[in-house]
Antibody, heavy 118, light 107 residues
Framework: QVQLQESGPGLVKPSETLSLTCTVSGDSINNYYWTWIRQPPGKGLEWIGYVYYSGSTNYNPSLKSRVTISVDRSTKQFSLKLNSVTAADTAVYYC????????????WGQGTLVTVSS | DVQMTQSPSFVSASVGDRVTITCRASQGINSWLAWYQQKPGKAPKLLIFAASSLRSGVPSRFSGSRSGTDFTLTITSLQPEDFATYYCQQTNSFPPTFGQGTKLDIK
């Protein structure tokens, strides 16, 4: 059974870059779409983007200018970078697996809260 | 973006009740809709995809249906572990978008 674990700083300063990593265990990283989703405190869910195991990506147009998602198959990790952050980027960030490429998320990490504040 | 509107936003029910949650899409999305359950402090869990396909391991008291651009999640015979927030997600149009959530709590 696949397990996903997010890691990274819980506090980021405004205008800086948010960087998170998701480590995959219990299954191969190949042939899946590795996705980031976020949820501001007390609010709903926002799909950020995915990276296919081959390295191809697809990003939400609302964030595309600030987002980079990459994969490292050798370490079974994928990463999120969001630059020029503001308080509006404060959220719980989840990594997840899309098994089919049809955008529904089959498996999720536990989530990590990232707060943007000086 | 396709807007997903869930109703109601809050619903109270008792163990053993039947509950229905609705999600309406702002435009046609065929049957490309998923339902998730989220408990406080936890990640969402996929329940249903393609409007009515139950994910393996999800209890059969959960079911989904579609009528045009209206989608319904039905939970029959509520169990204590079903009290949570439920989200719909359209996966037909890019970017995929979620409803605002429906919180189901104990009456």
């Amino acid at each position: 059974q696949v397990q996903l674990q997010e890691s990274g700083p819980g506090l980021v300063k405004p205008s800086e870059t948010l960087s998170l990593t998701c480590t995959v265990s219990g299954d191969s990283i190949n042939n899946y779409y590795w996705t980031w989703i976020r949820q501001p405190p007390g609010k709903g869910l926002e799909w950020i983007g995915y990276v296919y195991y081959s390295g191809s990506t697809n990003y939400n147009p609302s964030l595309k200018s600030r987002v980079t998602i990459s994969v490292d198959r050798s370490t079974k990790q994928f990463s999120l970078k969001l630059n020029s952050v503001t308080a509006a980027d404060t959220a719980v960030y989840y990594c997840a697996r899309d098994n089919s490429g049809y955008y529904h998320l089959d498996d999720w990490g536990q989530g990590t809260l990232v707060t943007v504040s000086s | 973006d396709v807007q997903m509107t869930q109703s109601p936003s809050f619903v109270s029910a008792s163990v053993g009740d039947r509950v229905t949650i609705t999600c309406r899409a702002s435009q046609g999305i065929n049957s490309w809709l998923a339902w998730y359950q989220q408990k406080p402090g936890k990640a969402p869990k996929l329940l249903i995809f393609a409007a009515s396909s139950l994910r393996s391991g999800v209890p059969s008291r959960f079911s989904g249906s579609r009528s045009g651009t209206d989608f319904t999640l039905t939970i029959t015979s509520l169990q204590p572990e079903d009290f949570a927030t439920y989200y719909c997600q359209q996966t037909n149009s890019f970017p995929p978008t979620f409803g605002q959530g429906t919180k189901l709590d104990i009456k």
